[in-house]
Structure formats: C-alpha cells, structure tokens
C-alpha cells in the first residue's frame, strides 16, 4: 500500500511530536539547500521539511524544485523558525517526480490572475486557487446538506432537452446529423426526423420545467447540475456552462420562496465560513492587496469576511420593482446622467442599476419583487394589477444578479393565455401543462448561480477564476 502519508492539514492540526510521519505533496520554495517548503492541496499552509545538511548530495537537491513531487519520510518536531508550529525532519525523501524549473510556468511570486487562466491545468498549484477550489467544494456541499435537512430531494432533471420553451437563453443544439449533406425537408428546413432524437434537441438552459413536475408530486425538491447558455455575452459573470440549483416548492408562494432563499444563502455562507477559515483569510487579504491598487472612492468598505458576516447577521432588503425604478430615478446619479441607460418603468434593470441599488443605496443583498411581465416568462405567475408577476431576483453587492425566481402561474387558463400573447407552443408543452390540469397547487422556485455565489464568497472578480475549466465564447481549452 502506498498511501500512509498522513495529510498536511491534519498534520499541522495534530498535537503529536516527536513520531515518524508520511508526508507526500508538491515543493513550493526550497532555501538554503536545506527547507522545503511542502503542499498537498489540503491546506493553503505548507509543512517546513527540514533537510539535514550534508545528508544529501548536491545532484540530488538540485532536483528539489518548485512543483516537484515529493515522498518524504521523517520526524515531527516543535519548529524554532517563526511561522509554523511543526516542522519535519526528513530520514528519506524519495522525489516522485522531478519538475523542471527552466520550464515549470509558475514561479514563487504572484502571477496576473489572465495568465493563470491560460495555464489553468496548472493553477492549482497556486494558494489562491487552491483556496477558491477548496471553498467551491465546501459551498457545494452545504447545498445539499441545506436541502437535506430541509427534507427537500434531490432531483436530476436531463442535460438534453427537447423544450426550447424557457426562454432563459441562447442554446446549444445537440445533434448527430452531418454538417454537409444534412438531410432536408422539401422546404429546405433540417429534417430533424433523421435526428438522434428524431427531433431537435438542446443542452438544458434550466432544469426548472422538469423541477415543477416532480415538486408537484414530491413537494420539495432541488436540482444542482451544469447549466448551458450560448449567450454570447463576455462578461465577468456569464459562463457558457455554469452550474445552477435550483429549489421547486409546492405549496409555496412568493413570500415563502424569498424567505427559503435567503435562509439558503446564508446558512451555505455560514457552513464556508465555519469550515473555511484560513482559505476565506487568505482570500481576504489578496482582496486587500488588491483594492489598495485602486483610488480610494472605488475601494470596498468591508474586508471580505467582514461582508459575509455582514450578509449573515443583516436582513435582505425587500422592495419591488416599481420602487426600485422611484429610487433609481430619485438619485442624484439618475439626476447627473450617470447611468449609461434610462431608467423608467417597464425596463429590464441593467446591472448598473442594479449595483446602484445594492452597492450605493441600500448597500446588502436587495431582493426585487414585482418586475413588469413583458419582462419575464412565460409561466410567472401573474398578480392582480395585470402589469405585473410574482418574480423575484436577488442581487448581491459586486455581483449583480445571483439568484431569479418565481411564484410559478398554477391557474391553467391564465398561463395558457399568457403562453398565447408569447407565441409559447402550447401543444408541445402538454406535459408541464398537465400539472396545471391534475391538481394543481401553489408553487414557486428559484434558480442560483452556483459561481456567482462562489464569486461573492471568494471576493473573485471573475466569474472563469471560480470554475474549473471556464468555457466562454471561443474558449475551451482543458
Ligand atoms: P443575467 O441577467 O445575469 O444574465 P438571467 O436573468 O439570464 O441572468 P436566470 O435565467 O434567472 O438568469 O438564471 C438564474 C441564475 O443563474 C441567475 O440569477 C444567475 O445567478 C445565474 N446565471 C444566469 N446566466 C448565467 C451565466 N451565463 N453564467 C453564470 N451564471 C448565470
Ligand atoms: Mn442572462
């Protein structure tokens, strides 16, 4: 059996000195001919090896270089250096993989965040993405612990859909038809019937339609996948493959939906900032490094630990639409021709309204009820003043939008009707309509943009430094 190391993080964490220890990872700084400074991906923080001198031969330490893999054997004692509590002195170092340092692309010092991404098979290497991956996995299991204990399932709705009804976005088609000589209809149209599928399929753009039909039977269940949009939108917060949750309740409306969804972002920030400590620190800092780069009036006000407790303790702020289009035209910014579109009522609200809502005036999380149906989909459901649905966004400071969701339309006649006036395929949706026809219930549900959430708990700027391997327009490398 080769794996008996013990882990860096616990070792750290262990009382036990003076024992014989495994410790495996990869070199980050090696000084003197004589510390090696030593990572294994489960702490930000190295373990200190002490190589005894004269024990090794100069061919030998020369192959200690940066990245290279390690097995080392040795003692754990008390460490007199400053920094570090523990250190190892090595019986053996066996090198499992020498990494050469005229061609390794990383170096000991801070890369730009663009060049990383070029190497980003590599970037795990670094102590910020190491952090960021390690958050990534704690905020995604406190998903599905939240909605365990909240008795919601699990629910795994297709990654191929044949409904391109949702109206969420651009889609990817799937298909296995020859780009020449594609088989033709007599009017020129694609012949899809010669299809995989027999129809015309896509990647999913939501797994929302699927999630109300078994809500409507389960009553509460929650779908985390991976999300495609074909939206050709380069932004610092759209990926063409993201990964969404995304809750469906039965017997909830709008009010019970806000409040599930602010219950749900706190407790998956709670649950990374009880388990991620070091890696939120670490996080913090970079970002401080970081803002006193900027003039000081575009400098955040709060350390990012301070705005994730700041987020937990503090009420969302609630107000509808209507009012958030009278405070944005109230603004002094409004007022001197600051926003770069016009503000009235009926306009979708752009994200530099919507970080004037959070960021400038209310300075939290605001949710947003009420938004004007020509705006929204198809099956919002409708409120009593015809102009408007039970829709409701979430939007975080320096994100924007990070949760959209809905009371769901449950009366037949009405979201048929609104189907109508969208030009919506009523025939094609007979399934998701049956729900509405075989008893039908309030429901509601939401969709959150799991990066954007990684994004606002890292303090990331860029949504493609908080997924493994981004995918945006013309790129997908790795
Ligand atoms: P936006 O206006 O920011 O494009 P949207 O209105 O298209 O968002 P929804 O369709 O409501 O978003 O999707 C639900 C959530 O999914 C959003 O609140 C957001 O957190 C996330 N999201 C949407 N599009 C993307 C994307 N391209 N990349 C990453 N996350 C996204
Ligand atoms: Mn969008």
């Known amino acids: 059996m080769f794996n008996k190391r013990v882990k860096i993080k616990d070792l750290l964490a262990s009382e036990a000195r003076n024992q014989e220890v495994v410790v495996m990872g990869w070199v980050r700084t090696f000084r003197n001919n004589q510390f090696i ?17 004269g024990l090794y031969d ?8 940066t990245s290279a893999s390690l097995k080392v054997t040795g003692e754990v004692v008390e460490s007199l250096g400053k920094g ?15 990494s050469d340092a005229e061609k390794f692309p990383l170096q000991p010092k801070k890369h730009s965040l663009e060049f990383l991404r070029e190497i980003a098979h590599l970037r795990f290497r670094t102590n910020t993405f190491g952090a960021v991956f390690r958050i990534r996995h704690s905020l995604a299991f406190a998903v599905h612990r939240f909605f365990n204990e909240k008795g919601f399932f699990y629910l795994h709705t297709p990654i191929i859909t044949a409904s391109d009804a949702e109206g969420a976005g651009e889609m990817f088609k799937v ?100 388990n991620n400590k070091e890696d939120l620190e670490f996080l913090a800092q970079r970002m401080e490094d970081e803002e006193k780069q900027k003039p000081q009036t575009e400098r955040s006000e709060m350390g990012l630990v301070e705005k994730l407790e700041f987020v937990i303790n503090n009420n969302f702020e609630r107000i509808t639409y209507t009012e958030a289009i009278d405070i944005l035209v109230n603004s002094n910014h409004y007022k001197k021709k600051k926003f770069q579109y016009d503000v009235k009522w009926g306009i979708d609200l752009q994200s530099e309204h919507e970080r004037f809502l959070v960021e ?98 890292t303090g990331m700027t860029n949504i493609r430094d908080v997924i493994a391997f981004p995918r945006t327009p013309k790129n997908a490398e790795f």
């Open 37 to 53: 400074a030593l990572n294994d991906g489960s702490t930000n923080n190295n373990v200190q090896i002490v190589v005894g001198l």
């Open 58 to 65: 100069d061919s030998f330490l020369k192959r200690i270089t």
């Open 84 to 98: 570090q509590k523990i250190e190892v002195k090595a019986k053996s170092i066996e090198i499992l993989g020498d």
């Open 175 to 274: 298909s296995t038809l020859p780009f020449d000589n594609t088989p033709r209809n007599e009017d020129g149209s694609i012949n899809f019937k010669e299809d995989f599928f027999g129809r015309a399929t896509n990647l999913t753009v939501s797994g929302q339609l699927e999630g109300e039909l078994a809500a409507t039977a389960l009553s509460e269940i929650y779908t985390f996948g991976p999300t495609f949009r074909a939206e050709n939108s380069n932004t610092a917060r759209h990926l063409a493959e993201f990964w969404m949750i995304e809750p469906e309740m039965a017997f909830y409306d709008i009010e019970d939906n806000m409040n599930l969804a602010e219950e749900f972002i706190k407790y998956i920030i709670k649950y990374a900032m009880d």
């Open 360 to 457: 400038k005036h209310f300075k939290k999380p605001v949710i947003v009820t009420g938004y004007p149906k020509e705006i929204k989909a198809f099956y919002m459901r409708q409120n009593d003043d015809g102009k408007t649905v039970a829709a409701m966004d979430i939007l975080a400071p320096g994100i924007g939008e990070i949760v959209g969701g809905s009371q769901r339309e449950e009366r037949l006649e009405k979201l048929e009707s609104r189907m109508r006036e969208m030009h919506i395929p009523i025939e094609e949706m007979w399934w998701y309509l049956d729900t509405r026809r075989f008893g039908t219930v309030p429901h509601a549900g939401f969709g959150l943009g799991f990066e954007r959430m990684v994004q606002f708990v």
